[in-house]
């Protein structure tokens, strides 16, 4: 019987290396430590997990956020450079898209002529960055698409029993997962690479998926050209209908 036993281990052998190769596709791998090469929070409990990256998050001078948020019962796409003392990018619904632009508490917006609808300055503003007056009702608004750390507070936010999850990656960057209420409640993907900031956050109930990169990432803030300034004094123009356009927004739009 001993003859037999060579054959035997081959066999094992190749059967344990073919699951090893199985499980290297998906990030698993074999006899191989998941943590070595990580920062480690992928070893500490979901709740400390989820600390690190708010804690990462809090201190970061800068970030680019870009996706899908819910809020208001309206969907927004957005693509924003966020730091502490202003912000730009781009912000899209399913009726109009405009740009944003804040610096310290000046706030520029910057949409097409069909954005101001009937207004009778429409074809004045289309494509000029227009100053938005800070006693305007969409003032606040408006702002807090501009606004880290309202933006941040907004959307990081898990509900329910946390958990760890599974390793994972956001683009090239190794993460692991805390998911809330299996799922349920929100799913958050934080970096093993470097300091542990936020990388995805797919929030509860299908509120919106947000990406958060080039965290602490310098970007030029100024503001627009003068001549490609409209000032409109103290209130926005108004529709012929009533009402500032893009008004009905809440002051934190990462809240559903």
Request: aromatic share 6%; glycine share 16%; charged share 25%.
């Amino acid at each position: 019987m001993t003859a037999y036993f060579p054959a035997v281990r081959l066999r094992r052998a190749a059967f344990i290396g073919a699951l090893c190769a199985g499980l290297a596709v998906t990030g698993t791998g074999c006899g191989e430590n998941p943590d070595e090469g990580t920062n480690g929070i992928g070893k500490l409990s979901a709740d400390k997990i989820e600390a690190k990256a708010k804690a990462a998050a809090g201190e970061a001078d800068s970030v680019h956020l870009s996706g899908t948020l819910v809020s208001g019962g309206k969907s927004f796409t957005l693509d924003m450079r966020l730091k502490s003392d202003g912000g730009s990018g781009e912000v899209k619904s399913q009726d109009d898209t405009f740009q944003l632009l804040r610096v310290g508490e000046q706030l520029y917006l910057k949409a097409s002529a069909a954005f101001w609808g009937q207004s009778d300055s429409a074809g004045k503003l289309g494509d000029k960055y227009v100053k938005v007056p800070e006693g305007d009702p969409s003032y606040k608004q408006f702002r807090g698409f501009t606004d880290m750390d309202v933006l941040l507070d907004g959307l990081l936010g898990l509900e329910g029993k946390l958990a760890k999850g599974s390793y994972t990656k956001v683009g090239s960057t190794r993460a692991v997962q805390v998911t809330a209420d299996e799922g349920k409640g929100g799913k958050l993907s934080v970096s093993l690479e470097g300091t542990p900031y936020p990388l995805l956050m797919e929030r509860a109930g299908g509120a919106g998926r947000v990406e958060l990169a080039e965290w602490g990432k310098a970007f030029p803030l100024d503001p627009p050209a003068q001549d490609q300034t409209v000032d409109y004094g103290s209130q926005l123009p108004t529709t012929k209908e009533g009402g500032t356009k893009g008004s009905g927004q809440g002051s934190n739009p990462a809240k559903p």
